[in-house]
């Protein structure tokens, strides 16, 4: 069983940047992503990584702002976002899941994710 522990978010002003944090409870081969729900929307991804770092994926919402990146010693994903604005406000959620498939077709779909953070609440003021 695998236990994801995530930590930053709040309430900030557009424009300005925060950064997420997902460390897994054990040794992590696992491929990550960050999804985001806001209030009467479905699940989304924002961004995800293979199990070595190596691929990348984002939402075209948020392409040249955020940024996921991994620290497998650690088993530590970060999300870095940038230029923050009012509609990035959701719940973020960080998610892994064992390689399984082509991570390029299915890193969208939260049902492929087996194992879920306890969600962070990001807050973009206008």
């Known amino acids: 069983q695998v236990q994801l522990v995530q930590s930053g978010g709040g309430l900030v002003p557009a424009g300005t940047s925060l950064t997420l944090s997902c460390v897994a409870s054990v040794r992590n081969p696992y491929r990550m992503a960050w999804f985001r729900q806001a209030p009467a929307k479905e699940r989304e991804v924002v961004a995800a990584i293979s199990s070595m770092g190596s691929r990348m994926y984002y939402a075209d919402s948020v392409k040249g702002r955020f940024t996921i990146s991994r620290d497998n010693p650690k088993n530590t994903v970060y999300l870095q976002m940038n230029n923050l604005k009012p509609e990035d406000t959701a719940v973020y959620y960080c998610?892994?899941?064992?390689?399984?498939?082509?991570?390029?077709?299915?890193?969208?779909?939260?049902?492929?994710?087996?194992?879920w953070g306890q969600g962070t609440q990001v807050t973009v003021s206008s």
């Open positions: 998610a892994a899941t064992l390689p399984d498939g082509v991570f390029a077709t299915n890193y969208m779909d939260p049902k492929k994710y087996a194992y």
